[in-house]
Nanobody, 122 residues
Framework: QAQLVESGGGLVQAGGSLRLSCAAS????????MGWFRQAPGKEREFVAA???????YYADSVKGRCTISRDNAKITIYLQMNSLKPEDTAVYYC????????????????WGQGTQVTVSS
């Protein structure tokens, strides 16, 4: 069964850093585009970042320069290093995967994780 499991969320002060991880299992995710979305209270889920099998990375403007997405294809795991965190980064962060490309992932990925909470205090 396809599964994406996130970890690494937590509470951090503004200006701090967190590293989220997402481990994939159950399918051939190693060649899939993977990425991160987030959903803040009362807001729609939004795209954060994506990375292709070959390592091509894409970011939302809101996190560009502060976040770095990476992946370990051997472990079928992706990471999101978040620096200079702001209170507005507070959200549930979801891992996602799509067998196609980053454009399709942004529009609606094939698979979702359960989410991990990130809270940034001011």
């Amino acid at each position: 069964q396809a599964q994406l499991v996130e970890s690494g969320g937590g509470l951090v002060q503004a200006g701090g850093s967190l590293r989220l991880s997402c481990a994939a299992s159950g399918r051939t995710f190693s060649t899939y585009t993977m990425g991160w979305f987030r959903q803040a209270p009362g807001k729609e889920r939004e795209f954060v970042a994506a990375i292709t099998w070959g390592g091509g990375a894409y970011y939302a403007d809101s996190v560009k320069g502060r976040c770095t997405i990476s992946r370990d294809n051997a472990k079928i795991t992706i990471y999101l290093q978040m620096n200079s965190l702001k209170p507005e980064d507070t959200a549930v962060y979801y891992c996602a995967s799509d067998r196609r490309g980053p454009g399709q992932l942004k529009e609606g990925p094939d698979y979702w994780g359960q989410g991990t909470q990130v809270t940034v205090s001011s």
